[in-house]
């Protein structure tokens, strides 16, 4: 049996995959599992030696690879290498092939190839990442797995901060299953937003800090520009408000400790911060006066709450708070 998945997001393909290896393992109990990526071999060799092998000791087994779409010679063997397969294939011998590549971009490097996978992989199937509910109800299922509840305001909250990032989101799940089990709550294990500030490492892959970095050195067009980027790719401006709410959360308590000469290399762990957060805000932090941090703050505590109780809109205001906080 030959089984074909691909798709664009590699992390959404792999977990597919994971998936995938997981279904055989449980139908068949003992199966030898051997994984192959032919991007890092020469030629189509290690999958050839592959199929020879379970042919002399006829076990169960499950071929996984990835690569063969490589180069052209690879291309080339594979395709003759699974044709003659298809010729007399063998009951205990099953193929689960995988590319992190669009169905567009194989079939330019391949055609036939692309067109023999998906014709004859009877679960052939091209794997499009999590979005929106989806990724919200994945997520609810994860904390659900580790005996967890978790509401949907919170999880909208919770993927918010991590961007809508299945990759991402993945290892803020594990982070907060193991800090709610080992917090010996026996009963009504429940994720509250309290939790989500204490734990959650927030994605940073749209601004990478580089808004803070423009209120901090008072570049008012960047700011402004950079706002307007996240806001035109339909970026959630209650997901950007809890981002700069976060940052100079982090900004405050690292500043407190600098002036406590607390050496750099001890930020990280005495804030729970990530290494890199706590780095970068180590060198912002220097910018900012204290009590300038604290103003910021309290004023981003108030914008926050007002936006809860419905006593303002919060696009207009996210654009006014650039200004209100001394970007000139």
């Not at 294939?89 to 330019?108: H, T």
């Not at 970095?213 to 970026?235: C, F, V």
């Not at 405050?252 to 400790?257: A, D, E, I, T």
């Not at 290494?275 to 910018?287: D, E, L, M, T, W």
Request: charged share 30%; hydrophobic share 40%; glycine share 4%.
């Amino acid at each position: 049996m030959i089984n074909f998945f691909y798709g664009q997001e590699s992390f959404s393909v792999k977990e597919a995959v994971k998936k995938k290896t997981a279904d055989f393992l449980k139908l068949k109990p003992g199966l030898l599992v051997e994984k192959i990526d032919l991007d890092k071999e020469e030629g189509i060799k290690p999958l050839k030696d592959a199929v020879e092998t379970r042919s002399i000791f006829n076990e169960n087994k499950l071929i996984v690879a990835n690569g063969l779409f490589a180069n052209s010679q690879t291309r080339k063997d594979a395709l003759e290498t699974l044709k003659e397969y298809q010729k007399e294939p063998e009951k205990n011998l099953s193929f689960l092939f995988y590319e992190c590549s669009s169905g567009l971009e194989l079939n330019k490097k391949d055609k036939n190839l692309f067109n023999f996978l998906s014709q004859n992989a009877p679960k052939s199937a091209e794997i499009l990442p999590l979005k929106n509910t989806a990724l919200e109800k994945w997520c609810i299922e994860e904390f659900a797995k580790g005996k967890i509840k978790i509401q949907t305001p919170v999880v909208k909250k919770f993927l918010a901060l991590v961007s809508y990032s299945h990759e991402w989101a993945k290892n803020e799940v594990a982070k907060l299953t193991a800090y709610k089990n080992f917090a010996g709550q026996n009963t009504n294990k429940e994720i509250k937003e309290a939790d989500l500030d204490k734990i959650v490492t927030p994605e940073l892959a749209f601004n990478n800090f580089d808004l803070t970095d423009a209120i901090a050195s008072k570049n008012h067009r960047k700011a402004i520009l950079l706002l307007d980027q996240y806001l035109s790719e339909n970026g959630d401006p209650n997901a950007i408000l809890g981002l700069i709410i976060f940052q100079f959360r982090a900004l405050l308590r690292v500043k407190s400790l600098i002036k406590k000469n607390v050496p750099t290399n001890r930020i990280a762990g005495l804030t729970k911060l990530h290494p890199f957060v706590a780095a970068k805000a180590s060198s912002q932090a220097k910018i900012f006066d204290q009590e300038e941090l604290k103003k910021i703050y309290q004023h981003l505590h108030s914008l926050d709450l007002e936006f809860k109780n419905g006593q303002t809109e919060i696009l207009s205001s996210l654009f006014c708070l650039l200004l209100e906080m001394g970007v000139k």
